[in-house]
Each structure stands twice: as C-alpha cells, then as structure tokens.
C-alpha cells in the first residue's frame, strides 16, 4: 500500500474512534457534583493526537466529522456545541504544539479548557447570562480531562512511533531521533 | 496534505513543576467558587427566561401546593416543556428535546443556582428570599 493510502486509513480509524468516545461518553452515568450534561471531553483524546502526529486538517476533520455526529444523534445544538468546541480546541492544541515548547499536559489541559469554554459561550448566546454559572465547574473538568488527555497522548506516542511506517505516519523531515 | 507533525509532540515531557502548580491554582479558585454556591442559603423566587427574556417569576417559597408552568412550544424553539414548582424548590419535569440535561439537573432551591435547557434557549434562576420567609422560617 502507497504511504498516501495508509495515512487516509490511519486517519479514518481515528475519526471512527473520535465517535466512539464520544458515544462512550454519553452512556456514562452523570458525574457526581458536576452539572448535568457536562461532557469529559475524551475524544479530546484523538483530536489531540491527531494534532501532534497527521496534522492540523486532518485533526480538524476528525473534529468536524465527529460534530456531524453529535448533530445527527443528539441534535442541533450539540452538534452546534460540539462543532464549535471541537475545532477551536484542536487548533488550540495544535498552535500550542506548534508554536511552544510547553508539556504536553499543557497542550491537553489547554485544548479541554478551550473546548469547555467554547460550549459556555454557545450555552451564553443561548440562555445571557445564566450560563456562567456553570464556568467553574467547567474549568475543572477541563484541567482533569485535560491532564488524562495529556497523559494518553505520552503514553501512547513511543508504541505508536514503532509502527508508525504501517499506518503512513512518518517522522517530519526525514529526521531519525530517538529518545 | 499536511505536513506530519509527529515531532512536535514526541520529545515533550507530560508535566513540569510549573505546569502542576498553575494547575492546582485553577483548581483551588474554581472549588472555592463552588463551595460558595454551595453554602448559598435557599432562595424564594424563581425567573424563568426564554432567549434571554424574562418570561415567568415565580415565588416558589409561598406555594402551598405544586404548581406546573408549561412552556409555549412556539417560544422555546420547539421543545415542549413542564416546570413545577412547589415550597421546596422547583425543576423541569417533562422536556421533549433530545438530551434531556435539564430535566436531569433536578430541583433547584439555592440562591444562584440555575438549570439550562440550551436546545430552548430556556433559564430557570432561583434569586433571593421571598415575602413569606418572614412567615415560614
């Protein structure tokens, strides 16, 4: 298989397990203490990890793709919600990717904080101010999703980098690092 | 396509000290704003809003007896919706938008706290004592 073909695939497997999260998600009893239809946020996962190792449009795909699904399952306003938050966090976590040095906990908890943020101000045009009352329950479950995001991206990448040729994930300018 | 950013993301480190310690001031801010709310003494009026406009007070605290506010599908977006209210507090009981999220929120009684129904573009804000506190308590 030409490299082009593997990445398409490898890409499309993690929109398909960007959807499965989220579903996952949502057969999750409610949280205890947090608001009703706070999200974790875990297919933050595959966003995020998509930013840092396909790239910033096909992460953005995956981020759309899996707003199209929110819209059909759940409705528009998920789906609003969803779209919305999706994307700005994965350019967030991308342009922190990009543009820093900073670890990697601060790429997730950045991309989640960002994500959550994004959905209270969908939830502010929608219903002024009430919504706020929501912000700092929000914030915290942005920075612990954001630190397992984070931590899945870590752990994830050594396993991943080793097979990387199969799913036509190559390193950046032909470099060969090794840590 | 784009270029792979794989790189970026390899030799990073999870976490720093400084990471940790921003972290936990987020954290600390937030769950003192929380517990706030949660000592909060209960309130005795309720505003119901629509798309930010004020639709409906109701002053829960003196109700002898439940009371049911259905909310005009043609006002909130097509969603139709039951709210009761009684002396103990008030919630949605009946919504027919998909996810559900503030029926499940439950009954609210604490000054400031709120329940959204987003797909309605509905608030329900419970605000100071009423009239009767005088009398109940």
Redesign the interface.
């Known amino acids: 298989m030409k490299l082009?073909t593997r990445?398409i695939a490898f890409i499309g497997l993690l929109a398909a397990l960007a959807i499965v999260f989220s579903f996952l998600e949502g057969l999750l009893p409610?949280l205890p203490f947090l608001?009703?239809?706070a999200k974790l946020g875990l297919s933050n996962i595959v966003t995020m990890f998509a930013?840092?190792?396909?790239?910033?449009?096909?992460a953005i795909a995956i981020a759309v793709i899996k707003g199209i699904f929110a819209f059909l399952t759940?409705?528009?306003?998920?789906g609003i919600?969803s779209l919305f938050g999706g994307i700005l966090s994965t350019l967030v976590m991308?342009i922190i990717?990009?543009k820093t040095?900073?670890?990697?906990?601060?790429?997730g908890?950045g991309g989640a904080l960002t994500h959550n943020l994004a959905q209270l101000t969908?939830?502010f045009f929608?219903?002024?101010a009430?919504?706020f009352?929501?912000?700092?329950?929000m914030?915290?479950l942005g920075?612990i999703t954001g630190?397992l995001t984070?931590?899945v991206?870590?752990i994830s990448?050594p396993p991943l980098?080793k097979v990387?040729k199969h799913f036509g994930?190559?390193?950046?300018?032909g470099?060969t690092?090794h840590? | 396509?784009?270029?792979?950013?794989?790189?970026?993301?390899?030799?990073?480190?999870?976490?720093?000290k400084k990471?940790i310690f921003i972290?936990a001031a987020?954290?600390l801010?937030?769950?003192a704003?929380?517990l706030f709310?949660a000592l909060a003494p209960n309130g005795g009026t309720a505003e119901i809003?629509l798309?930010?406009e004020l639709y409906e007070t109701v002053d829960f605290a003196s109700l002898e007896a439940a009371k049911e506010i259905f909310i005009d599908p043609n006002l909130a977006g097509g969603v139709e919706l039951t709210i009761t209210a009684d002396s103990t507090g008030i919630s949605v009981t009946r919504a027919t938008?998909?996810?559900k999220?503030c029926v499940?929120?439950?009954k609210i009684v604490r000054a400031?706290?709120?329940i959204?129904c987003?797909?309605a573009?509905?608030?329900i804000?419970v605000s100071g004592a009423s009239d009767a506190d005088a009398i109940t308590y």
């Open positions: 082009e990445r409610p608001p009703h239809g930013a840092g190792t396909t790239g910033i449009f096909s759940r409705g528009v306003t998920a919600m991308w990717l990009k040095k900073a670890s990697l906990s601060v790429v908890v969908t939830a929608l219903t002024r009430a919504a009352y929501y912000a700092p329950f914030l915290i920075v630190l984070g931590a991206l870590k990448l980098m990387s994930i190559e390193k950046a300018g470099k690092k840590e | 396509m784009s270029k792979f950013t794989y790189e970026l993301a390899r030799e990073r480190k999870f976490i720093t990471n972290f987020i954290v801010v937030c769950a704003i929380w709310y809003k798309d930010g938008c998909p996810d999220t499940e929120t439950g400031g706290e709120v959204i987003l797909p573009k509905l608030s804000t």
